[in-house]
């Protein structure tokens, strides 16, 4: 459990020039009930070509943070797989610099549970060529909301159906 706002269970920081191709597999970090912890997963500023895969994050402020850093944006995530629990933002996109443009990430298959935001994006004003994806994640127990204040494109695939009794999908 750790008590700075820069702590983080797992912390990949790429340059100017990049920290490309980084893989985390079958990781759980839990943070003390009590306190919790900051950020489960950081990519700083080029980590670039990450991909997270399988695991789970608790009692986190924050499950994974991508933080573009100023100029050198954190492009081409997937996240998928992942557990993620009592946080105030799964996954946080967030930059120093509004123009920053963090392209590329792919949310797939999670589960998100008993949280805020499941996807924050603040501080970042211009849109991505690629948008962020959400597709096949699963929510429950006040799972939360898309924060994106600053309307930055979502390619959402993600609903919920509750079928009729009648209804011809059962």
């Known amino acids: ?23 985390i597999e079958s990781t759980t970090i839990l943070g003390n009930v009590l306190d919790g912890i900051p950020i489960g997963i950081l990519l700083e500023a080029a980590a670039n070509a990450t991909s997270i895969i399988g695991g789970s994050i608790g009692n986190s402020t924050t499950g994974i943070k991508i ?5 050198s944006p954190a492009n081409a995530t997937l996240i998928t797989g992942i557990d993620i629990s009592s946080y105030t933002n799964a996954v946080l996109m ?5 123009t920053a443009i963090i392209g590329g ?45 600053n309307n930055i494109w979502i390619d959402a695939w993600d609903f919920s159906i509750t079928p009729a009794i009648d209804s011809p999908f059962l």
């Open 1 to 23: 459990s750790g008590t700075g706002a820069g702590y983080a269970g797992i912390k990949i920081t790429g340059s100017a020039t990049g920290g490309y191709w980084n893989t």
């Open 94 to 98: 967030t930059s120093t610099l509004a």
């Open 105 to 149: 990430l792919r949310i797939i298959g999670d589960r998100y549970e008993n949280g805020t935001n499941y996807l924050s994006i603040t501080g970042i004003t211009t849109q991505p060529a690629i948008p962020p994806f959400l597709t096949g994640n699963f929510y429950v127990s006040n799972a939360g909301v898309i924060n994106n204040p």
């Open 67 to 71: 933080d573009g850093l100023a100029a």
